[in-house]
């Protein structure tokens, strides 16, 4: 079956007690038994519930895995990943990553003595020369946030499997609509579905899909011991997200490429950072592994001033000032002092972070109007 139709029918099936087309929302903590031990499988709602058993199974056919597993956040289901590890392992991260999980790495699992290398991925052989014995898990971002950088997945993937070590992607700027790591060799697929996968800006989400069975019931005892788990309302959300998937991110690519090619043409502006430019560095490899470029753009002003892009983040009308991303409505954030805050300056600026860096998350209204209130702002 074609993802399209994968989005609308996988994991869920009319009520059976009902007829209801929808999966009901089971908004229940226990289950009556039978008999003890005698229940029609689910026990207590922490580990099992039918609405977010339903998104799971969704979640896995769509990423192409076999185990998704949902969380009560993206840095949740981050979280859970990390819990795989032991004092003395070590990851390999890409260096331009989400602030949230550069803060987790490197203030909460660094205490608990896992050790993080911050490697720029750009080219995947600059990972090699930081494995080691101790070397558990390469994580990766791609497209980068807020850079907007490639990293080739099967590349990483393959040096990943030569040192039997864990491949973790989070895929939440691509959407299994633009690429699915899975089908690239990575063994970890991570989403904050807060983003593309709800897409309406209205619930925070998070999950993790697999393939291999002893991974994915590891995963599942991590989820059901630390308890990071949606509410079945959460789940329901993020389901309903699901089903227009693939027309909101064929609507956000068009959109996207409107307006970073209106961006570069402006004489206001300085760089725009777009994987779907020609001349983008890693072109190449986004053309490779993903089937379009996305609505993520980040851009700065010629007048290279914080002063200059305040000014246009606060002249917008259409885009709102907003951290997050990936929702039907347009939102600019100026990572600095926003999503990325928690990343040091001397760190932000040595990746190409620097102060006037604007992000955009193009949603899915009319093109011409969004260009329109960019051209206003920018003046
Ligand atoms: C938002 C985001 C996260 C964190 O997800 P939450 O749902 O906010 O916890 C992780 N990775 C990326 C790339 C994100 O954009």
């Not at 911050?118 to 990766?140: C, E, R, S, Y």
């Not at 907007?148 to 993937?157: G, S, Y």
């Not at 630390?226 to 027309?247: E, N």
Request: aromatic share 6%.
């Amino acid at each position: 079956m074609k993802l399209g139709t994968r989005l609308i029918h996988a994991g869920v099936e009319p009520d059976p007690s009902t007829g209801a087309i929808m999966t009901p929302i089971f908004q229940t903590s226990t289950y009556v038994q039978n008999a003890p031990g005698d229940h029609k499988g689910y026990e207590y709602a922490r580990t099992q519930n039918p609405t977010r058993h339903a998104l799971q199974n969704a979640l896995a056919a769509i990423e192409n895995g076999k185990h998704g597993l949902c969380f009560s956040s993206g840095m949740a289901a981050t979280d859970a990943v990390m819990k795989l590890l032991s004092p003395g392992d070590e990851v390999i991260a890409s260096s331009d990553l989400y602030g949230g999980s550069y803060r987790i790495f490197t203030k909460v699992y660094a205490r608990y003595g896992v050790k993080f290398h911050f490697v720029n991925m750009h080219d995947a052989q600059q990972i090699a020369p930081f494995i080691n014995a101790q070397t558990k898990m390469i994580w990766i971002e791609t497209p980068t946030n807020p850079l907007l950088n490639i990293i080739d997945i099967a590349a990483c993937a393959a040096i990943a499997q030569e040192h039997k070590v864990l491949l973790a992607v989070d895929n939440t700027f691509a959407s299994p609509y633009l690429q699915n790591p899975l089908d690239l060799g990575a063994d970890i697929v991570v989403h904050s579905a807060t983003k593309y996968l709800g897409g309406h800006s209205d619930v925070v989400h998070g999950a993790v899909i697999v393939k291999d069975d002893a991974l994915a019931e590891q995963l599942a005892f991590v989820q059901n011991s630390c308890g990071a788990v949606p509410g079945p309302q959460d789940c329901f959300l993020i389901l309903r997200g699901l089903k227009t998937l693939h027309v909101r991110m064929q609507r956000h690519c068009e959109n996207g490429e409107a307006v970073a090619r209106f961006l570069r043409e402006h004489p206001k502006v300085g760089k725009v950072l777009w994987c779907g430019f020609e001349d983008h560095p890693n072109h190449a490899i986004a053309k490779k592994q993903m089937r379009g470029f996305g609505g993520m753009i980040s851009f700065t002003l010629k007048d290279d001033s914080q002063p200059a892009a305040l000014k246009v983040l606060s002249g917008t009308k259409l885009f709102s000032l907003a951290e997050s991303l990936g929702g039907v409505e347009s939102l600019i954030g100026h990572p600095a002092t926003m999503t990325h805050a928690s990343i040091p300056r001397e760190e932000r600026i040595k990746n190409g972070l620097t102060d006037s860096l604007m992000r955009l998350s193009v949603g899915i209204e009319d093109a011409a109007d969004l260009v329109e209130d960019l051209k206003q702002a920018i003046g």
